[in-house]
């Protein structure tokens, strides 16, 4: 489904290259946890694949589907499946949860050519995703993301993921600023979205979230490279050992 | 106790606008020579069929006017108007007092049609559970169709317009024009008393609550015609009357000048609400055409525990220079100021309100929204004013600029002044912009550049429209997104 071939890719402002010829490639129906220490580039390849115009691909590519997304803005590529649940999720002010989600919907439709969903019909999407999650119906009228605490707002994030159905699902440090309990909850909703069709890739650089979203393959990123890859034993040799020696090994 | 802060931010954007309006109603229409003179005014009192006391009135203002010199204090900036360039006097031939829609030009009723204008009477009835809107439409500068005229009447309620109330209501309209907004108030104002041509009257007499909003359509549409309105509204002791205002204007070449006058009196224990959404040609790419907007907009809170708000959506007009002010005459009167006002292009907007406190415990609020794209210029300049004997005045000022790319300006001037001790006046500014990280969030959801920045700003502003009648909140949604169209390079 996800091929990244030999990314290289830097700030555009400034030149500095983040991603250093990175390779990955995710199968349907897989989850693959991308782990690796702080500032390794983890989230900037979530941005990346996303589209975000603050980066800038000098050399190869990323073929979701078969064909180059490299050429596609970020709304394109959401319409086309592809999700990203954000590391920091950004406040709107004055734009209640509830109607961005119905706008983000029909943005999404509207691209791919189907009909606008009817308001009963959103409002029962919306009512039962939000049960699963644990979501109070209040908080939906709240503008999104402002004054949502931590736990609220990964699962807004996860809420907007189960409506917008995404083929590709991004899920950036969903687990940081999360109580065992919520990390739960949103771990549930991500499980209940794997599917044969669906792609998954969980970035964390802790291996407490891989106990409950279980990986298929584990990816090491570090100076913007994969440097090891593995299976889900691999996220536990980390948790033992830290990095240093998987760093000192590749080096 | 005075203070005076000025922020400014000037920051640089590409832009383009696309005027959706800017087609021309190929009617025939009867017009004054261009230039103004004294024949001219007598050319327009005669027209209006007016009383000799209406004449005298315009030619006292007229002569005034001629002593007069145009104010340069706003920031604003735009060639010099030539007041013999213009016409005064504009009317479609055919609007000689049509009793129905059916007399009514039918290329007038489809520019109407295109602009979504609800002037058909089945179209308002059949709005099923929507309050009704009776619909006072002015063509250029006679008014042509009124709705509702004879339910209104059952209530007691005068709805007409002012042309009409000259004749028909002349103790009315003689007690009340002018006492608000004296003819010699400004520069605008004074040459609006000399050539007013149409506008609408209000009357709304004591213990009554208007039954339906009343809503007028402006539409400035012959080639060089100066606009003059004028508009009078008075509730009388414990009335209620909620007015609604909006204007389009098709695209032109030339700078057109639009100077109304509206007036309104609330008495004892009275209450009006004035909303206007206001989408005049704001000018092309170059900023070259577009409606000169100097408007004079005054509440006059004359009675105890009167109420006057003012709700406004500007996103028109080449240059708009604007102030809807109350003045808190009565005890414990209150003066609201809603405002959203947005630039794009070349637009320049120097807009905001006066609330002059006099009596004792008057309370005063504005919360203004500017919203500035393009290479606009967008300033709020508003004047918070406690006179000796006004104990008690309370006034909350909230002021917030979103700027929408870096060749814009947003400016905040506040005037404030306090001549008793007991008054209390807070006021709050911000300045943010639109942020790279709030639009990509928005197209990671698959919500394209430009409906995205149509739902933050709406996100901005909705303190303000949720001020407005809900079948102006939606209407005034879809023209914020239609006016910044184009705003992100
Ligand atoms: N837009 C940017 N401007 C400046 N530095 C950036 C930018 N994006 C990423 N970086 C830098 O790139 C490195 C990788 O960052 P990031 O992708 O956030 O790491 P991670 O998510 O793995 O912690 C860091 O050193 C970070 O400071
Ligand atoms: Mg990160």
Redesign the pocket.
Known sequence: MLEIKNLHAR?AEDG?E?IRGLNLTVKAGEVAAIM?P???????LSYILSGRE?YEVTEGDILYNGESILELDPAERAARGIFLAFQYPVEIPGVATMQFLKVAMNEQRKARGEAELTTPDFMRRVKEAAAELKINPDMLKRPLNVGFSGGEKKRAEILQMALLEPKLCVLDETDSGLDIDALKIVADGVNALKSPDRATIVITHYQRLLDYIVPDTVHVLYKGQIIRTGDKDLALELEANGYADIIGQAA | MAAVQETIDQVRQIDVDQYKYGFETAIEVEKAPKGLSEEIVRFISAKKQEPEWMLEWRLDAYRRWLTMEEPTWARVDYPKIDFNDIYYYAAPKSASGPKSLDEVDPELLKTYEKLGIPLKEQEILAGVEKPRVAVDAVFDSVSVVTTFKKELAKAGVIFMSISEAVREHPELVKKYLGSVVPVTDNYYATLNSAVFTDGSFVFVPKGVRCPMELSTYFRINEKNTGQFERTLIIAEEGAYVSYLEGCTAPQRDENQLHAAVVELVALDDAEIKYSTVQNWFPGDKQGKGGIYNFVTKRGDCRGDRSKISWTQVETGSAITWKYPSCILRGDDSRGEFYSIAVSNGHQQVDSGTKMIHLGKNTSSRIISKGIAAGVSQNTYRGQVSAHRKATNARNFTQCDSLLIGDRCGAHTVPYIEAKNSSAQFEHEATTSKISEDQLFYCLQRGIPEEAAIALIVNGFVKEVIQELPMEFAVEAQKLIGISLEGSVG
């Open positions: 700030i500095t983040i690796g702080n500032g390794s580039g983890k989230s900037t603050d």
